[in-house]
């Protein structure tokens, strides 16, 4: 099993540019969950979703759009990005008891 | 808003000491989890407890979830410059908040110096 996979490893945006952030699971888990992580300030969650069809906003979804067509992919869209948005996402994955969650490697953004 | 309160913050240690991370909260949990994550990856979960003073061990890291299930602390012993990382509680199904989504502390980042 690959586990939670994060396409890109890195991008450098610009101002006001879009782009989309890939997450993919293959442990069948229905729980899936976006988070951003800036130094010394912990993981914040962006998005998180229970299942194909059905998401909700977490913390900080402000600039932020998910769709979750299908159990393995949880797509995060950046739309008319700003440098506020500059950090590393983190996608995850997780079984519903005790949510123990699985993580991705990582996608580290910079909005220039 | 729930909040974990992590300490210390930064923590350098020479080689073969023992050292505790502190997790608390003000509020109750229903499962505590602690991850490690080194530069450049994703957290990886270590545990996770669910009783009330649970203790759980992990070769020379031992995890304890406090009796009112608001506190957790991680102690490790004869450090390794392997264990160096961030390390991450997480809180599941506290008060206001699904039992599908975790609170996160801001991290302990331990430094082991051969």
């Known amino acids: 099993n690959a586990g939670v996979t994060q396409t890109p490893k890195f991008r450098i945006l610009k101002i006001g540019q879009s782009m989309t952030l890939q997450c993919a699971q293959d442990?069948?888990?229905?729980?899936m969950y976006w988070y951003r992580q800036d130094p010394g300030m912990g993981l914040k969650l962006i998005y998180y979703?229970?299942?194909?069809?059905?998401?909700d906003k977490g913390e900080v979804p402000n600039g932020y759009n998910v769709s979750r067509s299908t159990t393995e992919d949880f797509p995060l869209r950046l739309e008319l990005a700003a440098p506020s948005q500059t950090s590393v996402y983190f996608c995850a994955s997780s079984y519903p008891s005790y949510n123990e969650q699985f993580f991705g490697p990582g996608t580290r953004l910079t909005v220039l | 808003t729930q909040l974990l309160e992590q300490s210390p913050q930064f923590l350098s240690i020479q080689e073969g000491e023992n050292l505790t991370v502190y997790c608390n909260s003000s509020s109750v949990f229903s499962s505590l989890q602690w991850y490690r994550q080194e530069p450049g990856e994703g957290p990886v979960l270590l545990v996770t407890v669910v009783t009330g003073g649970e203790v759980k061990k992990l070769k020379r890291l031992t995890f304890q979830f406090g009796d009112a299930r608001k506190d957790s602390s991680l102690h490790i012993t004869a450090a390794q410059p392997g264990d160096t990382g961030l390390y991450l509680c997480a809180g599941g199904g506290g008060s206001g908040a699904g039992s599908y989504q975790l609170t996160f502390g801001k991290g302990t980042k331990l430094s082991v110096i051969p």
């Open positions: 442990m069948n888990h229905n729980y």
């Open positions: 979703s229970v299942g194909a069809g059905i998401t």
